[in-house]
């Protein structure tokens, strides 16, 4: 399985900030959308950062004016971006393995998703739950009549 | 308004499509454990059951194929009615359902194929996989098309089950096929085949495979046909090993491990040959005068590391000429929209976010409207990964029923709804009929010692409930 398979029952809908927006505009969106990260777009739609709870958390220990700072300032860039085509196992290695809670991706050069570390614990799970799933249907067909 | 769910005013859903998800969704809405009390009506453009599991599943696969029997026990719920020869978006429209129904619920499957966009794909002797699958299956919307077997050489482009269950399928003797549920103009057109070499064709390397570990072990025990694999295209590459060192995958370990298995097998001297290719992609189907396909054109792919670690394919420079009489591309089944349903073009799919619908404009759900299965998530997975995905829509269901969020339509009697789609199509099938077609193709088979033999025409069938 890609991830592709994950966004395809998250709607379209991405949720992102512009840099030059302030740290108290991205708590709104935070809030409004009930995420914990926001994907951080220039031009529309490429990816420049991600701006999660955490990086806000950090700033706040250390910087008593986190409020009115931009987004730019504080996100994290050098994000590393999936590919649709993704597969599920290598996308999990690399997000548990470098700490990545929220993995944009980029199709073609657009932002056409996100995907969370508990989406793809979910996917895994599904997927392994389903070939349970197969067996106990057959199985329950095999008592057919008993 | 009171809410409906009750005895006295049950939850009246419309199921669209009667395959495995529509199955699991259906029992999880009758043996929900709210209490909500549920009427579910299942709609099927086709006049039998099961979906896939009777139009997909191979047909030397009986074993799985006897799932149905634990469908069969969903269905004998009396708040369970199933309508087949009934097709969404021409039989009944979506108004129709949201007239009769609080809430409608997706689970079309994936109708079509996706494309591999080269030149030549749509030469004659070049079909999608899907159509042959279906073929054989004694789907009746593909019962009178035609593979020209007479050719030797035929390509199957794809690594996936379906690829493994096509080149299955053109390796086995008649023997074989002759003890499977197969169609009989199938099994007919099989016998006289003269496919003698079948190609299966991966753009990226052993490690990739889609195929599980079950399926590719099998074509290593076909009776007449020898497996072939070239041992220097399943030793890992670095980028292969490095990745299958660090995650130790089990499965994938074992996988590699079986088709270097083969690669040090000598052949036989069977009757078939199934050639096994890795890190080759097509990149064109070349023509005679004709316009048949004679040839592929293979171009050599490496691989690279996206920036998540994901090896991908890419082609190199060097090129090979493959000739083939028949092709069947492999590369994926898709979704197709329904009329008046909001679709997803990035992923094929119905636009939803866990399964509820989504307005397009407003990205908000659409009251009263859901999706399941691969027509919810696309077409991956095995017969029961669409259970826990059939199971988390119907939780959006019931929750949304809680909070009054359904529709409110003008005749929520299971009687109207019967007398409307009586009237659209006077030939609907009921699921009596279906158990009563059952016992028919169960018996055809007996004195040949087959699990059925299929009905392929709808007329057949009509006929044969003396209709
Ligand atoms: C060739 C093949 C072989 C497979 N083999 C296996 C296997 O061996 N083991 C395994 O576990 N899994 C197998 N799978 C996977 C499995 O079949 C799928 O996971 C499963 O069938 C998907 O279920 P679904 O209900 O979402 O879709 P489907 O099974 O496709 O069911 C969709 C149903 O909707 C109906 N429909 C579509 N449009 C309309 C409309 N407009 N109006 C009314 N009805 C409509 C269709 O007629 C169909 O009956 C196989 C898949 C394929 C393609
Ligand atoms: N016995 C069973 O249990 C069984 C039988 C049949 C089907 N199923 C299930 O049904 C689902 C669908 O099966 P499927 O085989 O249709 O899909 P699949 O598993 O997604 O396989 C598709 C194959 O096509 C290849 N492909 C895609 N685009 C290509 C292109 N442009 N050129 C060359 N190759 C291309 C893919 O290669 P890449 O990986 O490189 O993209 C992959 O090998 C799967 O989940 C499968 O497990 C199960």
Redesign the interface.
């Known amino acids: ?1 890609d991830i ?2 994950i ?7 991405t949720h992102t900030v512009r840099p030059e927006q302030t740290i108290r505009e991205a708590l709104a969106l935070l809030a409004r959308h009930n995420v914990g990260a926001l994907i951080v777009v220039e031009g529309g739609e490429r990816p420049v950062g991600v701006l999660s709870e955490r990086d806000i958390v950090r700033e706040a220990a250390r910087n008593e004016h986190l409020f009115g700072e931009t987004v730019g300032d504080v996100m994290t860039r050098d994000v ?8 599920l ?3 999990a ?3 548990t393995e470098r700490r990545i809670r929220h ?1 944009p991706v980029v ?1 073609k050069g657009r932002l ?1 998703g996100i995907v969370s570390v508990g989406d793809i614990l979910k996917a895994q799970r ?2 392994y ?10 199985f ?3 008592e ?1 009549g008993r | 308004m009171a809410r409906p769910g009750t005895a006295a005013e049950p939850l009246r859903v419309a199921i669209v499509g009667a395959g495995p998800t529509g199955y699991y969704a259906a029992e999880a809405l009758l043996k929900n454990e709210r209490g909500v009390v549920v009427e579910v009506d299942v709609f099927d453009r086709l006049p039998t059951p099961y979906g896939l599991v009777r139009a997909g599943v191979a047909p030397d696969h009986q ?2 194929k ?5 469908f069969d ?1 969903v269905a004998a719920n009396p708040r369970f009615r199933f309508f087949g020869g009934v097709e969404f978006g021409k039989d009944l429209t979506l108004g129709d359902l949201r007239a009769h129904y609080h809430q409608i619920l997706y689970c079309t499957g994936a109708q079509t194929d996706r494309r591999m966009g080269i030149p030549g794909e749509d030469l004659q002797g070049s079909h999608p996989a899907t159509e042959f699958v279906a073929w054989y299956n004694g789907h009746p919307d593909y019962r009178d098309y035609v593979f020209d077997l007479a050719q030797e050489r035929a390509a199957v482009v794809g690594v996936g089950n379906v690829a493994i269950d096509v080149a299955r399928i053109l390796c086995r003797t008649p023997e074989e096929l002759a003890a499977t549920d197969i169609a009989d103009h199938a099994l007919e057109a099989l016998r006289k085949s003269r496919v003698k070499e079948v190609y299966l064709l991966g753009r990226r390397g052993p490690a ?1 495979a889609a195929f599980t570990n079950p399926e590719i072990k099998e074509i290593g025990g076909l009776a007449d046909a020898d497996v072939i694999v070239r041992a220097e295209e399943v030793e890992l590459d670095p980028l292969s090993r490095a ?1 299958l060192d ?2 130790q ?1 089990r499965a994938t370990l074992k996988k590699v491990e079986i088709l270097q298995g083969y690669a040090l097998r000598k052949p036989a001297g069977r009757s078939r040959r199934l050639i096994v290719r890795f890190l080759v992609s097509p990149v064109e189907l070349t023509g005679d005068a004709a316009g048949r396909v004679v040839a592929m054109l293979l171009v050599r792919n490496e691989l690279y590391a ?7 394919p890419r082609a190199t420079t060097q090129f090979e000429a493959l000739p083939v009489g028949l092709v069947f591309r492999s590369v994926g089944y898709r979704g197709v929209p329904l009329p008046g349903v909001p679709f ?1 073009e ?2 094929g ?1 119905i ?5 509820r619908v ?1 307005d397009p404009c407003t ?1 908000q759900p659409v009251v009263g409207e859901y999706t399941a299965g691969w027509i ?3 077409p ?10 059939a199971a988390e829509t119907v939780a959006c269901m019931l929750e949304d029923l809680a909070q009054g969020t359904v529709l409110r339509p003008a005749h929520a009697e299971a009687a109207a709804a019967e007398a409307l789609v009586r009237q659209r199509t006077p030939h609907c099938f009921s699921y009596a009929d279906w158990l009563r077609l059952n016992e028919l193709e169960v018996s055809r088979g007996r004195p040949q010692g087959r699990p059925r033999v299929k009905f392929t025409r709808v007329e057949e069938m009509l006929a044969a409930l003396g209709r």
């Open positions: 399985m592709a398979g966004l395809a029952t998250k709607g379209d809908k590393i971006t999936g590919a649709p085509h993704d597969d196992l290598t996308v290695h690399t997000m993995l199709d056409v599904d997927q739950q389903g070939e349970l799933d197969t067996l106990q249907t057959q329950l067909s095999d057919r | 074993k799985i006897a799932v149905t029997a634990s026990k990739q990745t660090k995650s995958d996206t920036a998540t670690g994901a090896l991908q997803n990035s992923w799919v636009l939803n976010e866990k399964g989504l990205k919810k998530r696309g991956s997975g095995v017969i029961g990964t669409n259970k826990p995905d």
